[in-house]
């Protein structure tokens, strides 16, 4: 059964840092894609990162710069470190396995002062 079990969400100021973490378990973690989104109240959910197998990321406009996100293959870990945070960074971040199609209970991030 695969699970995603994302945390490191929390309140933080404006300008700050956080990262998120999601651990990962019943599926081929190495062979898989993994992905970052988010989803603000009365928004729709956005992808924000995406880091392929062999390590290579992309990420949404709004974030270039000051997200970052990270594999490690051997923990069965993808991490989203977020630096610089704005208020309209505020989501709930979900972590999302493509391949098969699974998606993580979510951490809420508020970014306020």
């Known amino acids: 059964q695969v699970q995603l079990v994302e945390s490191g969400g929390g309140l933080v100021q404006p300008g700050g840092s956080l990262r998120l973490s999601c651990a990962a378990s019943?599926?081929?973690?190495?062979?898989?894609?993994m992905t970052w989104y988010r989803q603000a109240p009365g928004k729709e959910r956005e992808l924000v990162a995406t880091i392929t197998v062999l390590g290579v990321s992309v990420y949404a406009d709004s974030v270039k710069g000051r997200f970052s996100i990270s594999r490690n293959n051997r923990e069965r870990t993808v991490f989203l470190q977020m630096n610089s945070l704005k208020p309209e960074d505020t989501a709930v971040y979900y972590c999302?396995?493509?391949?098969?199609?699974?998606w993580g209970q979510g951490t809420q991030v508020t970014v306020s002062s």
């Open positions: 999302y396995a493509p391949r098969s199609k699974s």
């Open positions: 019943g599926f081929t973690f190495s062979n898989s894609a």
